[in-house]
């Protein structure tokens, strides 16, 4: 292919993912392209970071450092674990809030109203999204123990 072909690939897929549709694209084959890197391309978060528990967690430590929402990567990973061994789409339908309604959801367990209350801007409104279960369970956590590191049991 002419440089001038794959000059004009390139951006039309950097455009493509700076649109949203690149992960369509990508999943297409490229020519040129190793499959290792179309898989690395596909399996990142929107922000660059790994999609698995310990790029949700980077990520996520990346916002609550620029909102001052303390935490480390060790107590997020302690309480996630515990909460729904990392299953991002975990939830409790069978505690006395699920009784009541409101069941925890996602990899820190958070129910919708403290989802809500506490929700970090800049992150999706979706509670079983990993990056703003996280980010809005630390906030709550800072607010009621000063921060997801003093939190050893249910919250």
Known sequence: MPASAQSRRARLVRRAVLTGTGVAILALPVVG????SAA????????????TLDGWIRESLAIMAQKGIPGTYNGIYRNVIRE?????????????????????KGLLQVIDPTFNAYHVAGT???PYDPV????????????VYGSIDNVYGAY
């Not at 392209?33 to 290792?36: G, L, M, P, Y």
């Not at 690395?40 to 999609?51: E, W």
């Not at 703003?132 to 607010?143: E, K, L, M």
């Open 132 to 143: 703003a279960n996280i980010t809005a369970a630390c906030n709550y956590a800072a607010a």
């Open 33 to 36: 392209a190793t499959t290792a």
């Open 124 to 126: 999706s409104f979706d």
């Open 40 to 51: 690395t391309t596909a399996s990142t978060t929107v922000a660059g970071y790994p999609n």
């Open 84 to 104: 729904s061994s990392g299953n991002q789409y975990a939830i409790n339908n069978w505690d006395s809030n699920a009784a009541a309604g409101t069941p925890s």
